[in-house]
């Protein structure tokens, strides 16, 4: 295997290992603090990078349209959905909804832009959508939640199921939305930055709406906090990093598809975390999801 292809599964294994980090936060934490932590985590690293390798040269005024809507429906909403997402339905599950993503923006592609559907997409679309139901509907295949006393094992709530299909329909809105400034030319963690830095600014300023519900109540915890920051980079700093840097040199479709490999990546993790054997359908749905992707990427 080259060393593109490894380093997109490393960023399947970062956003993995950041998903579960998340998941410990459960109950510790709420979702917009941990919005604010992990934005302005995100925004220290990203724009870092792109300082150091100039990466502001290739921003233009007509651009920030573009990544601030990509902002909006990619991290303030999508963001947000997600670690609800997670605290709701999971990490494994989650994870397996995020992959969603790709057949969306496939829809959007060609309802927006005019692109067409191939054969070939359609069928990977079929894919994701019957390992998803697999993983989520076989009998108690719920969702494996860690506490104190113990291992706690429950259905998955549709409701975690509704907000991980909205956090893959923002997630597909924002990347479209970025499309025209990413194809000329933007760099990547320079649009990162900028995404991450307006949603950063949103989540602060909730701070001050006098709305008891955007407030965060929970007792602050430096282990919290560092955790939260842990997730950022994994999830933003460390995985991005490595895609982009796979992108560079690899094959696109390969990259993005073993790039999406994190609802079998997250299985062992969870095993190791929980103690319990995910269940041979939780395998099999999570198997289907990335292939249905792998259909979707490589005929790009």
Do not use: K
Not at 83 to 98: D, E, K, N, Q
């Amino acid at each position: 295997m080259l060393i593109p292809e490894l380093l997109a599964l490393g960023a399947a294994t970062c956003i993995a290992t950041s998903g579960m980090l998340i998941n410990e936060l459960q109950g510790r934490v709420g979702l917009f603090r941990l919005a604010r932590w992990q934005m302005t985590a995100a925004v220290l690293m990203t724009g870092s990078v792109s300082l150091a390798i100039g990466g502001w040269r290739s921003l233009e005024a007509w651009h920030l349209g573009y990544l601030a809507a990509s902002s909006l429906f990619g991290i303030m909403i999508a963001s947000t959905t997600y670690f609800a997402a997670i605290y709701s339905a999971g990490a494994r599950v989650t994870a397996l909804l995020f992959s969603l993503t790709s057949p969306f923006a496939l829809v959007l592609g060609y309802l927006v832009l005019g692109e067409t559907i191939s054969l070939q997409q359609a069928a990977g679309v079929a894919l994701v959508l019957t390992g998803i139901a697999l993983a989520i509907d076989s009998p108690g295949a719920g969702n494996t939640v860690a506490t104190t006393s113990g291992v706690l094992t429950r259905g998955v709530p549709l409701s975690g199921i509704v907000i991980g299909i909205v956090t893959a329909l923002g997630q597909a809105i924002g990347n479209l939305s970025a499309r025209p400034a990413m194809a000329d030319g933007v760099e990547p963690f320079t649009a990162m930055a900028v995404r991450s830095g307006l949603a950063a600014i949103f989540f602060l300023a909730l701070t001050l709406l006098p709305i008891r519900r955007l407030q965060s109540h929970e007792p602050f915890e430096w282990r919290s906090l560092r955790i939260g920051v842990a997730a950022s980079f994994f999830g933003t700093g460390l995985g991005m990093s490595l895609l982009m840097a796979a992108l560079e040199g690899g094959n696109v479709g390969i990259v993005s598809t073993l790039s999406s490999m994190t609802p079998v990546v997250i299985l062992p993790m969870l095993w190791l975390r929980t103690g319990i054997a995910p269940r041979p359908t939780a395998w099999m749905g999570a198997v289907f999801a990335v292939a249905g992707t792998g259909l979707i990427s490589l005929s790009l």
